[in-house]
């Protein structure tokens, strides 16, 4: 029982270039969530899925996307990389409550 | 907009000291409340979660809820050097996706 996965741990792009961040979890959990975190900062909700197939804008959504396809995968894509989004990102799922967080992606934009 | 204030910090205490943490939140529907710890360069990890007024303890830890005021706080007893951390206040929506608010963060240092 791995919990939540991310992958990368730690990423470098050059403005204008694109990714995607992985996120798996092996818990059945229905509800998955993208914050970020700035240095200093707290958690702000990038976008969140109550299901497969469902995906919703939380508070910072300009920038990314994201994909539901199936219950485990939660996968964020940024298409065109800017320096405002140099961050650490994490994914989180849950059932109920608590969330349970991934280890996080250092991602720096230069 | 829902938000959620944490004293701004950062707060030293003394090793063996109680060290007093404290949120306010605007959204009045709120159910669920948690306090959550992170490691610099790690996860947030929960700690405490509370659902009803008054007090709840676990261990060293006790959370108190105020829901007329809208006001949460996290007491740690007999603080450790191990407890050197930022502590996030978060709560819970009274939406369907039950996405969590984080304030932004008080960093404790407990001093030996």
């Known amino acids: 029982n791995a919990g939540v996965t991310q992958t990368p741990k730690f990423r470098i792009l050059k403005i204008g270039q694109s990714m995607t961040l992985q996120c798996t979890q092996d818990m059945n959990h229905n509800y998955m969530y993208w914050y970020r975190q700035d240095p200093g900062m707290g958690l702000k909700l990038i976008y969140y899925s109550v299901g497969a197939g469902i995906t919703d804008k939380g508070e910072v959504p300009n920038g990314y996307n994201v994909s539901r396809s199936t219950t485990e995968d939660f996968p964020l894509r940024l298409e065109l990389a800017a320096p405002s989004q140099t961050s650490v990102y994490f994914c989180?799922?849950?059932?109920?409550?608590?969330?349970?967080f991934g280890n996080g992606t250092r991602l720096t934009v230069t | 907009q829902k938000e959620v204030e944490q004293n701004s910090g950062p707060l030293s205490v003394p090793e063996g000291a109680i060290a007093s943490l404290n949120c306010t939140y605007s959204?009045?529907?709120?159910?669920?409340f948690f306090w959550y710890r992170q490691y610099s360069g790690k996860s947030p990890e929960l700690i405490m979660s509370i659902y009803s007024n008054g007090d709840k303890e676990d261990g060293r830890f006790t959370a108190q809820l105020n829901k007329a005021s809208q006001y949460v706080s996290l007491l740690i007893r007999d603080s450790q050097p191990s407890d050197s951390a930022t502590y996030l206040c978060?709560?819970?929506?009274?939406?369907?996706?039950?996405?969590?608010?984080f304030g932004s963060g008080t960093q404790l240092t407990v001093l030996p």
């Open positions: 989180a799922s849950s059932r109920d409550s608590p969330l349970h």
């Open positions: 978060a709560v819970q929506s009274s939406g369907s996706a039950r996405q969590l608010t």
């Open positions: 959204d009045r529907g709120s159910q669920s």
